[in-house]
C-alpha cells in the first residue's frame, strides 16, 4: 500500500511539472513521431505508456521492453484520406527493439499568397527508433527511447533525441511515466536553421480486472500546443479469444478496434471516427517467433533457400 501511494503521490507531481515544461507554443517538423505504430495502441484511444506489453513499447515507453519474452516482428501501412502514405516496421525481443517510420506525401502543388500554382513539391521523411529496457527490480523497469530523425524533401533536414521511462507495476495497477524527447541536438536544416525538439512527460495508468485492461494516458498534444492537456483513455477486453475487442477516446477522435490472433500471427484493426476530419481505419500485422531474433532470421534465411532452390 505504501508503493502504491508513492507511485500517487509521484505522478500528481509529474503532473504540476508538465505545465512548466510545456511552455513553448510552436508545431515540432518531427511529428512523424505522433503518428504511432500500431493499430492495437490506436484502438486503445492512443493510451498505451502505462501498458506497453508488446513491440509498441518501443514508441510508447520503452521501458515495457524488459518484461518481453520472445521475438516479435510487426509492420503497419495506412493512406489516410488518400492524401499521404505512412508505414512502419518493426522488430523486438528481451531488452530491446526496433521500428523504421517512414512518411511520403503525394505531389502536392505550391501556391503563391493569391492562390496561383507556382509549382509543386513533395513531404518525404524517415524515423528510426531503438528502445531499450531494463528490470530494476521485480515492480519496476527503467527504459530509453533513441530518435533519429531525417527529412529528404522539400529539403534537409536531422536530429535525434533521447526519452527516458519507468515503468511501475504492483498487482493490476501499472504506472509508467516518459519524458519525451529529454535530451536532444536539434534539427538541422541544410539551410542553416535549427528546430529544438519539443520536451514533455507523459504519464500512463493500466489496471487489470480479470479478462478486460483499462487505461489512461496524460500527455500533451504536440499539435495545438495552447491546450495542455490530453487524456487519452482506452478499453481491451480478452474474453473471445481468438478475437480480442477494444475501444478508446481522446480529444482529436474515437476508435474502435480488435485483433485475431491465429497461431503467431496477430491481426490488429482500428476504426477512427474523427471529430473534425473524415473517418479512417488502420491495420497492422504482427508475428511471434518460437526463438531469439538469430533463430528467426536463420529460419526464414532457410526457407528462403528452399524456394529458391525449389523453383530452380
Same mark, same amino acid.
Given at each position: ?36 505504430? $500500431? ?5 486503445? =484511444? ?34 489516410? @484520406? ?38 509543386? @513539391? ?20 527503467? =527504459? ?20 527516458? $521511462? ?67 483513455? =482506452? ?24 485483433? @485475431? ?22 491495420? $497492422? ?28
Amino acid at each position: 500500500m505504501r508503493q502504491l501511494v508513492i507511485t500517487v503521490v509521484l505522478i500528481i507531481c509529474v503532473l504540476i511539472v508538465v505545465p512548466t515544461i510545456a511552455g513553448d507554443t510552436y508545431i515540432s517538423t518531427a511529428s512523424i513521431f505522433e503518428l504511432g505504430v $500500431s493499430a492495437r495502441t490506436i484502438g486503445l =484511444g492512443g493510451a498505451f505508456i502505462g501498458v506497453a506489453d508488446d513491440e509498441a513499447a518501443i514508441f510508447y515507453n520503452p521501458a515495457g521492453l524488459a518484461s518481453l519474452s520472445k521475438t516479435r516482428f510487426s509492420s503497419l501501412y495506412v493512406r489516410p @484520406f488518400g492524401a499521404y502514405s505512412y508505414g512502419a516496421v518493426g522488430v523486438s525481443e528481451h531488452g530491446w527493439g526496433t521500428y523504421l517510420l517512414v512518411l511520403d506525401s503525394d505531389t502536392l502543388e505550391e501556391r503563391d499568397l493569391y492562390g496561383n500554382v507556382i509549382g509543386s @513539391f513533395r513531404y518525404t521523411s524517415s524515423g528510426l527508433l531503438f528502445g531499450f529496457g531494463k528490470r530494476i527490480d521485480s515492480n519496476l523497469s527503467c =527504459g530509453l527511447q533513441v530518435k533519429g530523425y531525417r527529412l529528404f524533401s522539400p529539403t534537409n533536414a536531422s536530429g535525434v533525441a533521447l526519452s527516458p $521511462s519507468i515503468l511501475y507495476q504492483q498487482g493490476a495497477l501499472t504506472s509508467g511515466i516518459i519524458w519525451r524527447n529529454a535530451l536532444s541536438m536539434g534539427t538541422y536544416y541544410a539551410h542553416g536553421h535549427t528546430e529544438p525538439w519539443i520536451r514533455d512527460i507523459a504519464v500512463g495508468l493500466s489496471y487489470q480486472h480479470k479478462d478486460t485492461t483499462y487505461c489512461i494516458d496524460f500527455t500533451e498534444n504536440l499539435i495545438t500546443r495552447d491546450e495542455i492537456a490530453c487524456v487519452r483513455m =482506452g478499453c481491451e477486453y480478452t474474453g473471445c479469444k481468438p478475437f480480442v475487442f477494444r475501444v478508446g477516446t481522446n480529444r482529436d477522435w474515437s476508435s474502435l478496434g480488435f485483433s @485475431f490472433h491465429w497461431e503467431n500471427l496477430q491481426l490488429d484493426f482500428a476504426y477512427l471516427l474523427h471529430y473534425a476530419l473524415p473517418d479512417s481505419y488502420m491495420i $497492422s500485422l504482427s508475428y511471434q517467433g518460437t526463438g531469439s531474433l538469430m533463430t528467426e532470421l536463420s529460419r526464414a534465411t532457410q526457407r528462403l533457400s528452399s524456394i529458391v532452390r525449389a523453383r530452380n
